[in-house]
């Protein structure tokens, strides 16, 4: 059950983070010092992303028994994490395909509109998905290396 | 505004901000990676030290690039 809701927080983080980081490029079209103020907060989103792929690696691995069962899935922690925040990313570039073919007349639809939505969810997935798998298997390593220590 | 309306905006504005982004993400988890790994006990001090040095100035060069190369094209382009 905290499996099924640490992947539901990720999805939900990476489809987030996502629509943040459009209005964060939306702040950038305003002025020179939007362009700063956006790029900084591009930089705190990654931190961030950082961060909170931790903290579901935390929740995750929180609790864990000395079971084989929970051994094995505490070592996909990292890639589990990812790969949820990759979900709600693609999701949300699906969202994004929606609302583009939604406002397109069916005569001009082409390739390109078809693609641009999920093709943007794609790449914000691996973007964003990028620092929670760093995030999450570097809170995996250290409690894996204090539990090792603690054993000998 | 309708929401359907606005993908335009919100679309370009992701394309652009994926300039930045994308150097952030690489540079921010190469110095995330390098500084916070636990190392083993036996590896030897300076090499961990030259380790943990390359990895932060890499994911330095790595999130400034886009900085350096907005700037370079305003002089230079």
């Known amino acids: ?113 078809f693609a641009a939505g999920p093709g943007l969810g794609l790449v914000y997935g691996m973007v964003l998905g990028m620092p929670a798998v760093v995030g999450a298997t570097l809170v995996e390593m250290r409690r894996g290396t204090r539990r090792r220590g603690s054993r000998r | 505004m309708n929401l359907f309306t606005s993908w335009d905006v919100l679309g370009i504005s992701l394309v652009l901000s994926l300039r930045f982004l994308g150097p952030f993400a690489l540079g921010v988890s190469v110095i995330a990676w390098t500084a916070l790994r636990p190392s083993r006990a036996d590896a030897p001090r300076s090499r961990r030290r030259g380790a943990l040095l390359l990895g932060v100035a890499l994911g330095l060069l790595v999130c400034l690039a886009p900085v350096v190369l907005f700037l370079a094209t305003d002089v230079f382009g």
Do not use: K
């Open chain 1, 1 to 113: 059950m905290r499996r099924f809701n640490v992947f539901i927080l990720g999805v939900v983080l990476g489809a987030a983070l996502l629509w943040v980081c459009a209005f964060a490029g939306v702040l950038g079209f305003t002025s020179v010092e939007g362009a700063t103020y956006s790029a900084l907060l591009l930089l705190v989103i990654v931190l961030a992303d950082v961060v909170l792929g931790g903290f579901l690696a935390r929740i995750l691995l929180s609790g864990n028994s000395a079971s084989r069962r929970s051994r094995r899935e505490a070592r996909g922690a990292g890639l589990f994490v990812g790969g949820s925040v990759f979900v709600g990313a693609v999701a949300s570039g699906l969202f994004l395909g929606a609302m583009i073919l939604f406002d397109t007349p069916a005569s001009q639809r082409n390739l390109f509109v």
